[in-house]
């Protein structure tokens, strides 16, 4: 068996199955739908296709997946993680009005959604960034040396 089910929580993936998520080709637009023995068809939701599809990509290319449920309210040190920057950075961000907080007692807290919604949006300003870098370095080639 290539996977073992160790708890209901819990899935060995094995050196096979990693070999064939690197051989799955990457699946972009595609639609998950899983097919029952009578032949039925049930489309996965969204949201539940995006999980698993990121956990076919992880594995393919870690070798490893770790899935797990996030609160929905956050610490300021997880969601300073979760963002990639200091607390003292996400604490001047709340300051400035850049990210949503809410005091629990004396407690910075985040809400999941709006630390996600902050990720995907630098996530999105960094590409454009790059994008920007790319197209100025192919419009000046002549200046840069091989």
Same mark, same amino acid.
């Given at each position: 068996m290539a996977a073992t089910l160790l708890t209901t929580d819990r899935i060995t993936i094995s050196d096979h199955i990693v070999d064939e998520a690197r051989d799955t080709p990457p699946l972009t637009k595609a639609s998950l739908v899983l097919r029952t023995d009578d032949g039925a068809e049930? =489309?996965?939701p969204r949201d539940l296709q995006k999980v698993?599809?990121?956990a076919l990509t992880s594995i393919a290319n870690d070798g490893e997946? =770790?899935?797990g449920r996030m609160p929905e309210e956050l610490t300021s040190t997880v969601a300073a993680d979760l963002l990639g920057v200091s607390r003292p950075t996400l604490m001047k961000w709340v300051h400035d009005d850049e990210i949503a907080s809410f005091k629990v007692g004396t407690h910075t807290r985040f809400q999941r959604d709006e630390v996600l919604r902050v990720r995907d949006l630098r996530a999105k300003q960094r590409r454009a960034?790059?994008?920007e870098l790319r197209?100025?370095?192919e419009a000046? $080639? $002549?200046l840069f040396d091989d």
């Open positions: 049930i =489309t996965l698993l599809l990121g997946v =770790t899935i960034a790059f994008d197209s100025l370095d000046h $080639e $002549e």
